[in-house]
C-alpha cells in the first residue's frame, strides 16, 4: 500500500492530456493570431497605467468598472486621440514637403551642390570618383520615387480604404481588451503566475525578472524616444527648418535603435547649415543635438527605470532590429523583451547551479 507522499508512476493519460493542452493552447494562439498588434498593445497600455488605475481605485474602493473605465477615458485622451492627431499632422506635413519638391522649392540637386562645394578638395574627389555628384539624376530618382508612391496609393484605393477598417477594428479590439486588461488584470496575472510549470524560486524569479524587464523596455525605450522626437522637433520648428514634425518623429523612431538614435538626423541636416552658410543655425543645433537631445537617454532612462535594467546596447541594438524583422512595427518592444527574458533565464540558471555546488 502506498502512501500519498510516494511519487505516482506516469500513466499514459497524462501524457496525452499534455498533447491536448500543447494542441489546444497552439489553436488558440492561431486563433487570437489576426489580433496580435492589438493583443500586444492592450498588455501595453494596461501595463503602462497600472498605478494610474490603482490610484483611482483607491479613491472608489469597490467600484471596479467605474474605476476601469476612467482609466480607459484617460488612455484615449492621453495616448489614442494625440496619435491620432499626430498621425494627421504627420501625412499633411509629408504632403506639403512633397509638394515643396516637386514645385522646386525645396531643391535637393542644390542642396547637395552646397554640401559638396564645403567639401575638401579630397573628399569632392572621392566622390566624384564612384559617380555620387549627378545630383540632377539624384533629385529625378526621388520625385520618380515619391510620384510612384503616390500613384500606387491612389490606385490601390480600394485596399487602403479596407486597411483604414481594418486599423479602426484593432483600435476597437484593443480598447476593449484594455478595460479588461486594467481592471482583472491583477487577478489574470496571478493565474497565469500559478499555471507556469515551475516550481515557487524559479517562477518567481522568472516572473519578476519579466515584470522588470517589460517596465524598462517601455518606459526607457517608449517615452525617451517620445521625449527625444518632441524636443528634436522643437529645436528644429525653432531654428525654421522645413517639415520640422516629420523630422521629429523620424528622430523618435530612429531613437529606439542604439548605435544609431537620433544623430541619423540632427547631424546631416547641422552639416547642412554648416554647408549653406547658416553657420549659427548648424552650431545651435550641434550643440543642442549633443547636449540636450543626446543626453536625453542618458539622464531620463535611469531616473525612469533604474540602472541595474539596462542591458548592453550591443544586444539591444540586436534584438531590436531582429525583432523589427520579424514582428514589423511591434518588434521594438518584443525583441528586447525576449533579449532581457534570455538573459535573466540564463542568470537563473547560473545562479541556481552555483549554490548547488556549494
Not at 194 to 204: A, V, Y
Not at 228 to 255: D, H, N, P, R, Y
Request: charged share 10%; net charge positive; proline share 4%.
Amino acid at each position: 500500500m502506498t502512501t500519498s507522499e510516494e511519487p505516482q508512476p506516469f500513466r499514459f493519460e497524462d501524457g496525452s492530456f499534455l498533447a491536448l493542452v500543447l494542441v489546444v493552447s497552439i489553436a488558440f494562439a492561431m486563433v487570437i493570431a489576426p489580433f496580435f498588434g492589438a493583443i500586444l498593445w492592450a498588455l501595453v497600455l494596461a501595463l503602462m497605467f497600472n498605478p494610474v488605475h490603482r490610484r483611482i481605485l483607491a479613491l472608489m474602493p469597490g467600484r471596479t468598472n467605474i474605476a476601469a473605465l476612467i482609466t480607459l477615458v484617460m488612455i484615449i485622451l492621453v495616448v489614442i486621440l494625440p496619435a491620432i492627431f499626430l498621425t494627421n499632422a504627420l501625412i499633411q506635413e509629408f504632403l506639403h514637403v512633397y509638394a515643396l519638391i516637386q514645385s522646386g522649392q525645396i531643391d535637393i540637386a542644390r542642396m547637395f551642390e552646397q554640401m559638396t562645394g564645403a567639401l575638401p578638395d579630397w573628399a569632392a574627389s572621392w566622390l566624384r570618383s564612384r559617380g555620387w555628384t549627378d545630383f540632377a539624376a539624384a533629385r529625378q530618382q526621388i520625385s520618380e520615387a515619391l510620384s510612384g508612391s503616390f500613384s500606387a496609393i491612389a490606385t490601390h484605393a480600394l485596399q487602403f480604404g479596407q486597411g483604414a477598417f481594418n486599423l479602426v477594428l484593432m483600435m476597437g479590439v484593443m480598447l476593449y481588451l484594455t478595460f479588461f486588461l486594467v481592471r482583472d488584470g491583477e487577478a489574470l496575472g496571478q493565474r497565469v503566475i500559478e499555471s507556469i510549470p515551475l516550481d515557487p524560486d524559479r517562477r518567481r524569479a522568472v516572473i519578476r525578472n519579466f515584470t522588470i524587464v517589460t517596465r524598462a523596455t517601455i518606459k526607457g525605450s517608449l517615452i525617451v524616444a517620445i521625449v527625444q522626437g518632441v524636443v528634436g522637433g522643437i529645436t528644429f520648428a525653432l531654428l525654421g527648418i522645413e517639415g520640422a514634425l516629420l523630422w521629429g518623429t523620424i528622430m523618435a523612431i530612429f531613437s529606439l535603435i542604439p548605435a544609431i538614435g537620433c544623430g541619423i538626423v540632427w547631424l546631416p541636416v547641422a552639416l547642412y547649415l554648416f554647408a549653406t552658410g547658416a553657420v549659427v543655425k548648424g552650431v545651435i543645433l550641434v550643440i543642442a543635438g549633443a547636449l540636450v537631445i543626446g543626453s536625453i537617454d542618458n539622464v531620463l532612462r535611469p531616473l525612469l527605470v533604474g540602472r541595474e535594467t539596462r542591458m548592453p546596447d550591443y544586444v539591444v541594438l540586436i534584438s531590436t532590429l531582429g525583432g523589427l524583422q520579424i514582428f514589423g512595427f511591434h518588434g521594438f518592444i518584443i525583441g528586447p523583451v525576449v533579449a532581457a527574458l534570455f538573459i535573466g533565464t540564463w542568470n537563473i540558471v547560473t545562479e541556481q547551479r552555483r549554490i548547488a555546488r556549494r
